[in-house]
T-cell receptor
Framework: DAGVTQSPTHLIKTRGQQVTLRCSPI?????VSWYQQVLGQGPQFIFQ???????GRGNFPDRFSARQFPNYSSELNVNALLLGDSALYLC???????????????FGAGSRLTVL | AQRVTQPEKLLSVFKGAPVELKCNYS??????LFWYVQYSRQRLQLLLR??SRESIKGFTADLNKGETSFHLKKPFAQEEDSAMYYC???????????FGGGTRLMVKP
């Protein structure tokens, strides 16, 4: 298994543009979560999706949106990009939506977004 | 709101010395604590979790509810332990991790 895969690995956008980031979970995992990691900080929760439904949302503006597809892959969209959106965007997958002893997150390598 | 605090941005020790990476949390519910590690040029990966009470790569961490802490310890640091370490708490709904700011551990030869 390739693990959690994310694309693109790096991208550069300008202010006001829109970006779409993609994530494929580990085979058999039904839940996908998105985190933003600004340089020098820990990851911050953006969304969780399970069975195509949003199950959790962090403290991010409506410019951020996401969706999950029938094959459990996911996309994160960010509109009207700001300089402060520059960050590493991490996708993580898990078997189920709710936490339990064995249900831990496995992270992808991330998509590094630079907004100029 | 929950919060996870890692007071040290950088911790530098010599090989063979004991290591303690501090983590304090603030959460009104029942905490579920994790330590994640990120080695150079690798992805974030789970190191250990408090419910398992396990030792991974010589590291242990004990949840102290009285002090609201979950410090990561290793008696003898190795150079390959050099990495970024993140402490995280999972909310009671089980759908969100709150991370601390991370501690960079440097183990010098």
């Amino acid at each position: 298994d390739a693990g959690v895969t994310q694309s693109p690995t790096h991208l550069i956008k300008t202010r006001g543009q829109q970006v779409t980031l993609r994530c494929s979970p580990i085979s058999g995992h039904k839940s996908v979560s998105w985190y933003q990691q600004v340089l020098g900080q820990g990851p911050q929760f953006i969304f969780q999706y399970y069975e195509k439904e949003e199950r959790g949302r962090g403290n991010f503006p409506d410019r951020f949106s996401a969706r999950q597809f029938p094959n459990y892959s996911s996309e994160l969209n960010v509109n009207a990009l700001l300089l402060g959106d520059s960050a590493l965007y991490l996708c993580a997958s898990s078997l189920e939506a709710r936490g339990s002893g064995a249900n831990v997150l496995t992270f992808g390598a991330g998509s590094r977004l630079t907004v100029l | 709101a929950q919060r996870v605090t890692q007071p040290e941005k950088l911790l530098s020790v010599f090989k063979g010395a004991p290591v303690e990476l501090k983590c304090n949390y603030s959460y009104s519910g029942s905490p579920e604590l994790f330590w994640y590690v990120q080695y150079s040029r690798q992805r974030l990966q789970l190191l250990l979790r408090h419910i398992s009470r396990e030792s991974i790569k010589g590291f242990t961490a004990d949840l102290n509810k009285g002090e609201t802490s979950f410090h990561l310890k290793k008696p003898f640091a190795q150079e390959e332990d050099s990495a970024m370490y993140y402490c995280a708490n999972r909310n009671n709904a089980g759908n969100m991790l709150t991370f601390g700011g991370g501690t960079r551990l440097m183990v010098k030869p």
